[in-house]
């Protein structure tokens, strides 16, 4: 969504690293730059014109002019602004001292507001909450069927009542859910609305009389953020015809240019709450302002990765299968695939690895990952015997041939395949050695170097040499004496022989060559 504001203003920003110092020019023509990457991502114009002024009046100040790094001081002024643009911190959900707690969501159709509704109450679920599912949405065509498929595939109850296509009154249907959700023990209730393919008065009228009716503790305005300017003047609409206390954005994982982001909380004054960031049920979060602020300047979203990975990976599980890795021969092609499998769990390997810092400079390359690469993996590896996964070495001519036929791919990859898990374990065995570095505790290289070396010991003829090289292993092949050994008997204040000061130096007339 962000990817054109995000190489605009990473261009800008690469511009000004070269500089020690910051003129008035290079901060006017920054902030011309910084005014033209959000145009063009289609932000509204007064939101601009805020953000700028206020880049431009920091970035003046003496923040900037006394920073050792202005270049550094100007992005993170920058990241600063577009935070506080973005709604400044989280809001969490306003939970109602007596359950349940009513959600309404209003927007237009085609927003995405029934399949969100899925998405909202299966984080619901995931939270520890009992989510009841409402279909106030009788007008378009199987609405209701659809809230109820979703409800299924979230896992949460749904209250259905009328069969919808112009048939029953949803604000009965609303009004009654409360009760409903009281008796059946739900704690939050979720209803979805009406929407119309424009502003009319019909429906401000509905969703005005649905939120007299329940009183919802949160009115959520679900916004489509591909719509660009029309997000603006949409949602002021439904802030004077209906009122909201946040917005949620869909389709966030789109090609559009994201502008609607930067300008709906600035217009309205009402936080982003929520994102929905794809079609699936789990490409759904809070929106965290610092992490998109961070997305948009290719900082990475380091906190939002772990997350998922602590979302999809078992703690114990974890610890086990650290304990594999670093033994080398205890992992398996089957702890392989175990271990793919939870990775492919927390989405596409491309969205992962755009949260690493630095990653928008390497977009192309994103683009050229294929998850499907990772499905050839598993089924050549699913076409193996239990056998075969657990020694590979196994794995000859013949056999390879039929797990070649099995999983559908060609011998040469089965070879590769095992080829770069030998090479694997290879890596991880060093690794659990001491990381293979010479000097280190344990390492197999580091103890072999040891050897060699206490094996070819030779004393120098320079007596300064020699005293230092005694029993710290300096020869003729060193490139520099250790010091380590010789001067950790000393005493304090003392030199080796041979390097002792002058009777009456004073270190304070000490010249170095070339100083007057």
């Known amino acids: 969504m962000f990817e054109t504001l995000s190489d605009r ?39 601009v014109k805020t953000f700028v002024a206020q880049v431009k009046e920091r970035a003046r100040g003496a923040e900037v002019s006394q920073a050792l790094n202005p270049a550094q001081q100007v992005v993170k002024i920058v990241n600063d602004e577009l935070i506080e643009i973005l709604g400044g911190e989280t809001r969490r959900l306003r939970l109602a001292k007596n359950p349940p707690t009513v959600i309404m969501l209003a927007g237009l159709q085609g927003a995405g507001k029934t399949t969100l509704a899925g998405k909202l109450a299966r984080w619901l679920r995931e939270q520890n909450h009992a989510p009841l599912l ?8 199987n609405a209701v069927q659809q809230l109820s498929v979703v409800a299924e595939r979230a896992g949460v109850a749904v209250y259905a009542p009328e069969p919808g296509n112009g048939v029953g009154d949803p604000i009965a249907v609303a009004r009654q859910s409360i009760d409903h959700a009281r008796r059946q023990q739900h704690d939050i209730v979720i209803i979805d609305t009406a929407g119309r393919l424009g502003i009319d008065q019909e429906l401000m009228k509905q969703a005005a009389d649905i939120r007299d009716a329940v009183s919802p503790d949160e009115v959520l305005f679900v916004v489509d953020a591909m719509i660009g300017q029309d997000a603006v003047s949409t949602a002021q609409a439904f802030m004077e015809g209906v009122g909201f206390d946040g917005v949620v954005l869909t389709k966030l994982d789109g090609d559009a240019r994201g502008g609607a982001a930067l300008s709906v909380r600035h217009i309205t004054g009402k936080p982003i709450m929520f994102a929905s960031t794809g079609e699936k049920l789990e490409d759904f979060d809070a929106f965290h302002p610092d992490r998109m602020a961070s997305r948009i300047l290719d900082m990475g979203d380091i906190l939002t990765l772990i997350e998922q990975a602590q979302k999809t990976f078992d703690e114990q599980e974890a610890a086990k299968m650290a304990g594999k890795l670093t033994s080398g021969e205890g992992f398996t092609l089957e702890d392989f695939l175990e271990q793919m499998m939870m990775v492919r769990k927390m989405g596409p390997i491309k969205n992962l690895l755009g949260m690493m810092p630095g990653m928008g400079q390497m977009r192309d390359q994103l683009n050229q990952i294929d998850d499907r690469d990772l499905d050839r993996i598993a089924a050549i590896i699913r076409s193996m015997t239990p056998a075969e996964r657990a020694d590979p070495k196994i794995i000859k001519g013949s056999r390879r041939e039929r797990i070649a036929r099995g999983s559908g791919v060609t011998v040469t990859e089965v070879n590769n395949l095992v080829v770069r898990f030998f090479e694997a374990q290879k890596v991880m065995k060093r690794m659990a050695g001491g990381l293979g570095l010479p000097g280190m505790p344990g390492g197999r290289k580091g103890k072999a170097a040891q050897k060699k070396a206490a094996k070819g010991r030779r004393v120098s003829g320079d007596p300064r040499k020699a005293a230092l090289g005694k029993g710290a292993g300096a020869g003729a092949g060193s490139k520099a004496p250790n010091l380590g050994g010789a001067l950790g008997n000393l005493g304090a204040g003392q030199l080796p022989p041979g390097m002792e000061l002058p009777p009456g130096f004073d270190p304070s ?3 170095f060559p070339g100083q007057k």
Do not use: H, M, N, W
């Open 9 to 47: 203003l990473t261009s800008v920003f690469s511009s000004l690293r070269s500089k020690g110092r910051l003129s008035d020019a290079d901060i006017d023509a920054t902030c011309r730059e910084i005014r033209i990457a959000l145009l063009e991502a289609d932000v509204a114009l007064p939101v």
């Open 134 to 141: 409402v279909a106030a949405d009788l007008q378009r065509p």
């Open 509 to 511: 007339t000490f010249k």
